[in-house]
């Protein structure tokens, strides 16, 4: 559920990844199966079915996830998928459609459980056996809407919450994600799964989780559409948590419709979590107001900061201004008040870790030995595979913490969540702003098992911590490595932001698809430049 934790103590550290550069392979070619949209098109034409959808995507993981560049970003498959498919097509032929997602296989992260026979790890060897037999609601809730489960995807172990120096994208269960845009760097975490396996076609679009930064980061780094919602829109029940203040499930795909269609289906009231009491006063079909004339009249805020500054992006950037304009929107040059709740982030993180993870271990299946975060901690020291590339020293640290009555962690919440929302509140309000924009990160960079995950800029925090939506699109690409353009809204403001980011699409800023490259210097123009020219 985090980019990675570090963010919260100085400057926020991305996701890294794989160990060594891959081997060379032959790559996959760019292509892209269908989405959402585009799959229910086809099967409502006749064209296919859902059960020949799941064949496609089945055959499309094994040769590019399980083989060739071998991304690992599948960790299970579910073995009812086929079954579920064929039943979904049988109500189709009986006339019944229950909506855009019937029939379309998607993956789902492996820290949200499902009924179908897998284990919900969280990455983690401790959590092999966890499974439950339960769907979280928002399983239920897409089930119900026709979607397929097609498996669960790879995650950053403990969804990066277990150290400083955290190598993103790896898990203990799942080995290191890589990144479909050159191999040797970031798929970002802790979605890095959910991140990767949509942008190689290994499903018509995922799900991941986000605490700061976990759905939008991989999915820039993924060239996607990735939105976090306001935090109690979607259901955190049977979801492996880190800190109920921050945490929510969010949609990935190719295209904002896809994102749009994937929300509809999740979204909504669950009564065991008191977070989304308000949500079906809310949700809606985010498919509706979608329109190419959506920016038409709106004010929309500017930020600058380092990473729109930076040399490779500043174009981007600029151009990515340029379609808003062309859109009809106005853009306002604006600053943010001056913000800094890192610290107080990261002691309600600890609090409510030990909290969270105790009350849910305790509900796992009795298969599951590790009970309460203490035991996590000692298993890991007893499983040298865990900590074979980094520490758990934030767990360690998690544990000291004096539990949800602490006056200390009341006042941290209260300072950093007010703090927070009256950056983005008084932005929108100051200057009667619609949205604000700014780019979204940098550039995966290399894995690095020595020093950890590096960043180069987060838009994350603030919306994180305010448990507002926050939405990435594509931007473009440096060297072809994506980057994404964020859009950040005032709560329960997700029709908003994604009839803006559809508007902003139309403007033909849409998915590239990966090209599976070893590396970036592979590119004979960079080993062109390597040669002296004497």
């Known amino acids: 559920m985090l980019r990675t934790i570090a963010a919260t103590v100085a400057v926020a550290l991305l996701a890294a990844n794989a160990q060594a550069k891959p081997a060379p392979h032959a790559a996959p070619t760019p292509e892209v199966l269908p989405g959402v949209m585009a799959a229910q098109a086809e099967m409502r034409r006749g064209m296919t079915t859902s059960e020949g959808l799941v064949r496609r995507y089945l055959a ?22 086929l079954a579920d498919a064929r039943k979904l097509d049988a109500e189709r032929k009986a006339g019944h459609v229950r909506g855009p997602l019937h029939g379309v296989p998607i993956l789902i992260k492996d820290n949200i459980e499902s009924d179908d026979d897998t284990a919900t790890t969280a990455g983690s060897l401790a959590l092999k056996d966890n499974v439950s037999h339960r769907d979280a609601p928002l399983v239920k809730r897409l089930k119900d809407a026709g979607a397929v489960i097609l498996g669960k995807t790879n995650l950053s172990e403990w969804a990066n919450i ?59 780094l993924n060239g996607l559409v990735g939105l976090k919602p306001t935090v109690g829109l979607v259901s955190r029940t049977h979801v492996v948590p880190i800190s109920h203040s921050q945490d929510t499930a969010g949609p990935m795909g190719r295209s904002v419709e896809d994102v749009a269609a994937l929300l509809t289906g999740m979204a909504g009231v669950d009564p065991m979590d008191p977070a989304t009491a308000e949500a079906d006063q809310h949700r809606q079909d985010y498919l509706r107001d979608l329109s190419p004339a959506a920016l038409v009249g709106k004010r929309i805020g ?95 640290r998690a544990e000291t913490t004096k539990g949800l009555d602490d006056p200390a962690y009341k006042a941290a919440r209260q300072r950093s969540m007010t703090a927070a929302r009256a950056a983005i509140d008084g932005a929108l309000g100051k200057d009667k702003l619609d949205a604000i924009v700014l780019p979204t990160g940098g550039t995966a960079y290399r894995v690095d098992v020595v020093s950890g995950d590096h960043d180069s800029g987060s838009s994350t925090t603030l919306p994180a911590v305010s448990g507002y939506p926050h939405l990435t699109v594509p931007m473009g690409q440096v060297r072809g490595l994506p980057v994404g353009l964020s859009f950040w809204g005032p709560k329960w403001s997700e029709a908003r932001l994604l009839s803006f980011g559809f508007a902003y699409q139309e403007k033909d800023a849409r998915f590239l698809p990966p090209t599976y490259r070893a590396s970036v210097e592979d590119d004979p123009a960079v080993q062109a430049a390597f040669i002296p020219s004497r």
């Open 162 to 220: 277990r150290s400083t120096h955290s190598v993103s994208g790896w898990s203990g269960i799942g080995g290191l994600v890589r990144n479909p845009y050159s191999l040797d760097r970031s798929a970002c975490g802790s979605s890095s799964g959910s991140g990767a396996a949509a942008a190689a076609s290994l499903a018509a679009a995922t799900v991941g989780t986000e605490t700061d930064g976990s759905v939008t980061c991989p999915s820039s």
């Open 60 to 81: 499309r993981i094994a040769t590019v996830d399980r083989s060739g560049p071998a991304l690992h970003s599948v960790i299970t498959l579910n073995p009812h998928a």
């Open 302 to 396: 500017v930020l600058h900061d380092d990473v729109a500054k930076d040399p490779g992006i500043a174009p981007l950037y600029e151009a990515a201004l340029e379609r808003l304009r062309a859109a009809g929107a106005t853009l306002v040059e604006i600053e943010l008040q001056k913000t800094d709740v890192g610290e107080d982030e990261l002691m309600v993180m600890m609090v409510e870790l030990k909290a969270d993870m105790n009350t849910y271990l305790a509900s796992t299946p009795q298969a599951v030995k590790s009970r309460t975060l203490a035991d996590l901690i000692a298993f890991d020291k007893a499983s040298p595979r865990e900590l074979a590339l980094f520490g758990q020293e934030l767990f360690e």
